[in-house]
């Protein structure tokens, strides 16, 4: 089956950095990926869809300057995020739409703790 | 917009005993409907979708679900739980948006499995 890997998994940074996630389809083409953030004991918000070649879509309320998306190949979506808060502590996870319709394949996700 | 409830924030059962996990979904168009396990450290798993046809639909790990367009629900059920059931489940329902379907999750149900 469609496999999507996230990496890395975990990582902790001080306030104020920038940190990076990737999101790779790994055996098949994605034109398009979602970002979701998850906070504990919630549900998944969407953030953003993440367009090859494109500008990504962002969701109402997500700060665009903050969450910086990049889909610079059809295998490859990354997250940046800017100048890293405490508030910004959570789990993100990336998905990758299959070739069944209306079928996603979600990575593992990345915890990211901002101290 | 479209919305998923699962009123049950958490459910515990013993091992060997049925279990239901409950979920609504407002969309005003024929939805696609999802439910996904999602295990400590480990990324989102598809037990079971519906698209159309038979309202009754099998996964796997033992899951079935029957969707009622009368009642707007798709509940999730299993005879006798395991005690590896034990994980986060979240119902959701996905809108197409051209290019490829957005998803939008419940709250999500934890599912505890006494021995």
């Known amino acids: 089956g469609a496999v999507v890997s996230q990496h890395p998994s975990r990582v902790i940074c001080k306030s104020g950095t920038s940190v990076k996630i990737e999101c790779r389809s790994l055996d098949f083409q994605a034109t398009t990926m979602f970002w979701y953030r998850q906070f504990p004991k919630q549900s998944l918000m969407l953030m953003a869809t993440s367009n090859e070649g494109s500008k990504a879509t962002y969701e109402q309320g997500v700060e665009k300057d903050k969450f910086l998306i990049n889909h610079a190949s059809l295998t490859l979506s990354t997250l940046t995020v800017t100048s890293a808060h405490p508030e910004d502590s959570s789990f993100y996870i990336c998905s990758a739409p299959g070739t069944s319709p209306h079928t996603q394949y979600f990575g593992p996700g990345t915890r990211l703790l901002v101290l | 917009a479209q919305s998923v409830t699962q009123p049950d924030i958490h459910i515990t059962v013993s091992e060997g005993a049925s279990l239901e996990l409950r979920c609504n979904y407002s969309?005003?168009?024929?939805?696609?409907l999802f439910w996904y396990v999602q295990s400590p450290g480990q990324g989102l798993q598809l037990l079971l979708k519906?698209?159309?046809?038979?309202?009754l639909v099998q996964g796997i790990k033992g899951f079935e679900a029957e969707f009622k367009r009368s009642q707007s629900s798709f509940n999730l059920r299993k005879p006798s739980v395991h005690w590896s059931d034990a994980a986060e489940y979240f119902c959701?329902?996905?809108?197409?948006?051209?290019?490829?379907?957005?998803?939008?999750f419940g709250t999500g149900t934890r599912l505890q499995v006494t021995l």
């Open positions: 969309y005003g168009a024929t939805p696609y």
């Open positions: 519906y698209f159309s046809g038979d309202t």
């Open positions: 959701a329902v996905a809108v197409n948006t051209g290019t490829a379907s957005k998803l939008t």
